[in-house]
């Protein structure tokens, strides 16, 4: 028999299982108050100590922030010596600013603020999960070590888990937590490549010097070039300009302008192909007279994936099953599991619950499905962990 199904059985996880309807205010609660708490990306500190005293008051062991304000718990494992540790985490940076207001709306078991899905329920789930298996004094022979890391958003290219992989390296198992997505795993991590291009040019007055080149019309030309880039539709591949920049005022011919680019695919051959297309366009630019043109890479998010057959993932699945959702939508995407996957480590991504308009302020999640993901990451964190039935 599978692992998760004795385990659903076992007669001290069913009253946990049970027993997440009745804790879901809590958690809400518990996601608002990290979620008001400001943690732009490589700004995490104060989130970070908010989570530090939330573990120590659970009673987890060796709890302590790095440099980076990535955040570790340990609950102890009765042969922690002999089995692989269980990394439960999840990010606590978010896009916002810092001034962002972070108000929040209830309706029902809707939640309405920025950040509030990703990721302050992420994190008040792994806190509900260590909180649920301590009460019940469940005897789990593996190291369950709880992690808020950083970095996840935006530039910071993954930081705060590249850490933690480096920290407990190939033998570990690596369960990412994302608040929505429930009812998704994700088990392959897609390629991502970020740059930053910049153009310079004479610029001038734009009465005086008009007829100059100015370095935001140049800019322009790229970035139509770029638009016209064709991709194919499967493997799964998109580009971006997300952020541009540039001038000095209406009536200057511009100096510098530059854009971000993102670009992402489910294959790594085909990201290497559409790289290489972009630095032709960017070399062509450079080449004309009276302008220089620049690509810089300010980001690498690695591509990896393990097999949909593999135990860690029919693990998830049957998890998943357990708690009612018979059919897994198995998804493709850029979280922190890309990190240990692209190291060909065990990894996997799961959701606690469904949220929507992610990276916007009008940001929501629904607690509705959030029992059973806190039940498919207990049955997926004991079998992972080696948990005795």
């Not at 993954?158 to 198992?173: K, S, Y």
């Not at 897609?190 to 001038?204: M, W």
């Not at 800019?219 to 139509?224: C, E, K, N, P």
């Not at 099953?321 to 060909?344: E, Q």
Request: proline share 4%; charged share 20%; glycine share 10%.
């Amino acid at each position: 028999m599978n692992r998760v199904l004795k385990i659903a059985k076992n007669e001290k996880v069913r009253p946990i299982l049970d027993g997440f309807e009745a804790q879901v205010e809590d958690v809400v609660e518990l996601a608002i108050a990290i979620q008001q708490i400001p943690a732009p990306t490589f700004a995490e500190q104060e989130r970070a100590t908010f989570i530090e005293s939330e573990f120590k008051e659970l009673g987890l062991v060796n709890v302590n922030q790095d440099d980076l304000a990535n955040v570790y718990g340990r609950l102890p494992g009765t042969k922690s010596a002999q089995a692989s540790p269980i990394i439960v985490s999840a990010h606590s940076d978010t896009v916002f600013p810092a001034e962002t207001d972070l108000t929040v709306r209830r309706d029902g078991r809707i939640v309405h603020g920025p950040g509030i899905g990703d990721n302050s329920t992420g994190v008040a789930g792994i806190i509900a999960l260590a909180k649920a298996i301590q009460i019940h004094q469940l005897q789990i022979p593996a190291d369950i070590w709880f992690v808020s890391n950083v970095g996840e958003e935006g530039l910071g290219d993954l930081r705060g888990m590249r850490a933690v992989v480096e920290r407990f390296g190939r033998h570990a198992i690596y369960l990412v937590v994302e608040g929505g997505l429930f009812g998704q795993i994700s088990h392959q991590g897609i390629g991502v490549q970020r740059f930053l291009i910049e153009v310079e040019t004479p610029g001038g007055h734009s009465w005086g010097n008009f007829g100059r080149r100015s370095a935001i019309h140049e800019l322009g030309r790229v970035i139509v070039a770029l638009d016209d880039l064709p991709v194919p539709s499967a493997p799964k591949t998109t580009f971006n300009v997300g952020v541009i920049e540039g001038g000095t005022s209406i009536n200057t011919i511009a100096q510098t302008a530059s854009l971000q680019l993102d670009l992402r695919s489910e294959d790594p051959q085909i990201l290497a192909d559409l790289v290489n297309r972009v630095s032709n366009i960017v070399a062509h630019a450079d080449a004309q007279q009276d302008i220089t043109v620049t690509m810089k890479m300010i980001g690498n998010r690695p591509a990896g994936k393990i097999h949909r057959d593999s135990l860690l993932v029919n693990w998830a699945r049957t998890a998943l099953k357990m708690v009612g959702r018979n059919h897994p939508h198995f998804i493709a995407s850029s979280t922190d599991a890309n990190v240990p996957l692209s190291l060909g480590y065990d990894a996997v991504c799961v959701g606690l619950t469904e949220s929507s308009n992610a990276h916007r302020l009008d940001e929501y999640m629904d607690s509705t499905h959030l029992p059973n993901g806190l039940g498919q990451l207990l049955l997926l964190t004991l079998a992972a962990a080696g948990f005795k039935s």
